[in-house]
């Protein structure tokens, strides 16, 4: 098990659409088993291959952030079949550090996928997990929540991250 680096906004991977994976192989176990911990000591609720640089359909998300097992969700090649409602709430992502914005998303969903195991899985999401399920698998699909805000705050958090990247680049 390894903790991978998360990259942020700007890098060309999180514009990417991601491919299926083929097989669930030991990469893709090693991989999985390193996104949790990645996403355990970040900390964060929900983290997607192409985070850590990998272009490939996987997704991992606890609610619980590692308190409780029963919470942590693998999904591999994880599909929206069918959304209902809509909540508009605060977000952030771990690609886009330091910015929370107000998105609108479905109330609940219905997400398809395999496990680890390669069974096929249905995970029923309400409220902030089906948030968590449409953030990260939109990251599958090269979109970032920012992406989903108006021109005009896009344009704001655009010259947000120039500052604190050349604030950084100072210090
Ligand atoms: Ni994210």
Not at 101 to 109: D, F, I
Not at 125 to 149: Q, Y
């Amino acid at each position: 098990m390894a903790v991978r680096e998360i990259i942020t906004i700007g890098h060309p991977t999180l514009a990417r659409k991601a491919s299926p994976v083929e097989a669930i192989d030991e990469e893709i176990v090693r991989l999985a088993t390193d996104m949790v911990e990645t996403l355990h000591r970040a900390p964060g609720i929900g983290l997607a291959a192409p985070q850590v640089n990998v272009s490939k359909r996987l997704i991992v998300v606890d609610l619980s952030v590692g308190e409780n097992t029963d919470d942590l969700i693998v999904l591999v090649n994880p599909e929206i079949v069918s959304r209902e409602g809509e909540v508009a709430c605060e977000e952030g992502c771990l690609s886009v550090p330091d910015i929370r914005e107000k998105v609108a998303r479905p109330y609940r969903v219905l997400v398809r996928g395999l496990g680890l195991d390669g069974r096929a899985v249905e995970i029923a999401g309400e409220d902030l997990l089906a948030r968590v399920l449409c953030h990260e698998i939109d990251h599958l699909d090269g979109i970032l929540f920012v992406e989903k805000l108006s021109p005009l705050k896009r344009a704001l958090i655009r010259k947000k991250l120039q500052k604190s990247r050349s604030a950084g680049a100072q210090a």
